[in-house]
């Protein structure tokens, strides 16, 4: 089975600046990967899929990029809505794995 | 507007069995694939199991964690989907969430675009 690591386990960031967060995949997911964003006691949602589509409603200071083994969530200008924990997710094998997250919190 | 609901949830002895449901409103139910996804208090996210659209068979397909105990189902008249779990252990005590699966036709397979809003299951004596 895949095994999907993030990094950092938390990222400290100021409001208005960039966050970059990691995502590595054990093998090969092609462009089949997904970002979520979770908020306490809400739900994920989605973000990002393909490695690279906004979803729905999503701003676009989020961006996604990669493919294969690497990938990366960016986004350009931390807003205070954006301190929450993310998850990158791959769906091109089964069983399907979550990485274990990226907390984003105020610096 | 999408709206999965979570019911079923609830506190059950180990061993024993519970039904969790989603009701989806919003969209044509029966046009996509379920998923279950549970969430152990503090901490991450943990895929459990996906049934596909008739569509692509209405085939199942689940996590080793849980396999040969936990059974997704699907009604597309009553646009509900299940999740039976048999032989409860401590270790399943969980928000449970119901996720719509987007098919992406050219290399079939799903990311999640929809979520619900969870049902804790707890699992203790």
């Known amino acids: 089975e895949i095994v999907m690591t993030q990094s950092p386990a938390t990222l400290s960031v100021s409001p208005g600046e960039r966050a970059t967060l990691s995502c590595r995949a054990s093998?090969?997911?092609?462009?089949?990967l997904a970002w979520y964003q979770q908020k306490p006691g809400q739900a994920p949602r989605l973000l990002i899929y393909?490695?690279?589509t906004r979803a729905t409603g999503i701003p676009a200071r989020f961006s996604g990029s990669g493919s294969g083994t690497e990938f990366t969530l960016t986004i350009s200008s931390l807003q205070s809505e954006d301190f929450a924990v993310y998850y990158c997710?791959?769906?091109?094998?089964?069983?399907?794995?979550f990485g274990q997250g990226t907390k984003v919190e105020i610096k | 507007e999408v709206q999965l609901v979570e019911s079923g949830g609830g506190l059950v002895q180990p061993g024993r069995s519970l039904r969790l449901s989603c009701t989806a409103s919003g969209f044509t139910f029966g046009d996509y694939a379920m998923s279950w996804v549970r969430q152990a208090p503090g901490k991450g996210l943990e895929w459990v199991g996906f049934?596909?659209?008739?569509?692509?068979?209405?085939?199942?397909e689940y996590a080793a964690s849980v396999k040969g105990r936990f059974t997704i189902s699907r009604d597309d008249s009553k646009s509900i989907a299940y999740l039976q779990m048999n032989s409860l252990k401590t270790e399943d005590t969980a928000v449970y969430y119901c996720?719509?699966?987007?098919?992406?036709?050219?290399?079939?397979?799903?990311?999640?675009?929809?979520w619900g809003q969870g049902t804790l299951v707890t699992v203790s004596s």
């Open positions: 093998q090969s997911v092609s462009s089949n």
């Open positions: 996720t719509r699966g987007v098919v992406v036709v050219a290399v079939t397979r799903y990311y999640f675009d929809y």
């Open positions: 393909g490695a690279s």
């Open positions: 049934i596909r659209s008739k569509a692509y068979g209405g085939t199942t």
């Open positions: 997710q791959q769906y091109n094998n089964w069983p399907l794995k």
